[in-house]
Antibody, heavy 120, light 106 residues
Framework: EVQLVESGGGLVQPGGSLRLSCATSGFSFSSYWMHWVRQVPGKGLVWVSCINGDGSTTRYADSVKGRFTISRDNAKSTVYLQMDSLRAEDTAVYYC?????????????WGQGTLVTVYS | SYELTQPPSVSVSPGQTASITCSGDKLGNKYSCWYQQKTGQSPVLVMYQDNRRPSGIPERFSGSNSGNTATLTISGTQAMDEADYYCQAWDRNTGVFGGGTKLTVL
């Protein structure tokens, strides 16, 4: 069974940092692209970032470029999102998701999300 | 930046057909996909590469994409289909979601 479990969310002040983790199981992790998507409670989905299987290719939304860094540890089947210089508008539930086979930019499994709150 | 536009809400009677549209410049030249999100739950992929259904998604879900519009169609809509639906496409190596459509079955 494919499982994705996010952790690392919490309260942080503007300008602060957080590192989100997404531990996975049930599939050959290193063969899959992985994504982060966020959602302000009650609002829509916003794609944040993705990384390919060996970590050599990363992509970011303009709104987080230069502040967030996606990475992965294939030995631990875990993907990370390092979030620096956080702003109030980064407050959201952050989901990790797996890229589909043959369509890596399509997200076929999602975690339950972790809430990040940036407050002053 | 690329934008996808969805109607905020669509209503349908049980057993009828619901159509949810997603509009974007030359969207038909890109692959679209659709996610369903029920209240308090994580999104679920219901359509990808315009008209391909993932395993486990009922046949009543279908999709199309041409010109500037992608459409998710639910035939014989059931109460369990009530949810928010989001289209997504890729433009210049970034993912773009539509604003979402709340499907009400009444």
């Amino acid at each position: 069974e494919v499982q994705l479990v996010e952790s690392g969310g919490g309260l942080v002040q503007p300008g602060g940092s957080l590192r989100l983790s997404c531990a996975t199981s049930g599939f050959s992790f290193s063969s899959y692209w992985m994504h982060w998507v966020r959602q302000v409670p009650g609002k829509g989905l916003v794609w944040v970032s993705c990384i390919n299987g060996d970590g050599s290719t990363t992509r970011y939304a303009d709104s987080v470029k230069g502040r967030f860094t996606i990475s992965r540890d294939n030995a631990k089947s875990t993907v990370y999102l390092q979030m620096d210089s956080l702003r109030a508008e980064d407050t959201a539930v952050y989901y990790c998701a797996r890229g589909a086979v043959g369509a890596p930019l399509v997200k076929d499994y999602w975690g339950q999300g972790t809430l990040v709150t940036v407050y002053s | 930046s690329y934008e996808l536009t969805q109607p905020p809400s669509v209503s349908v009677s049980p057993g009828q057909t619901a159509s949810i549209t997603c509009s974007g410049d030359k969207l038909g030249n890109k692959y679209s996909c659709w996610y369903q999100q029920k209240t308090g739950q994580s999104p679920v992929l219901v359509m990808y590469q315009d008209n391909r259904r993932p395993s486990g998604i009922p046949e009543r879900f279908s999709g199309s994409n041409s010109g500037n519009t992608a459409t998710l169609t639910i035939s014989g809509t059931q109460a369990m289909d009530e949810a928010d639906y989001y289209c997504q496409a890729w433009d210049r190596n970034t993912g773009v979601f539509g604003g979402g459509t709340k499907l009400t079955v009444l």
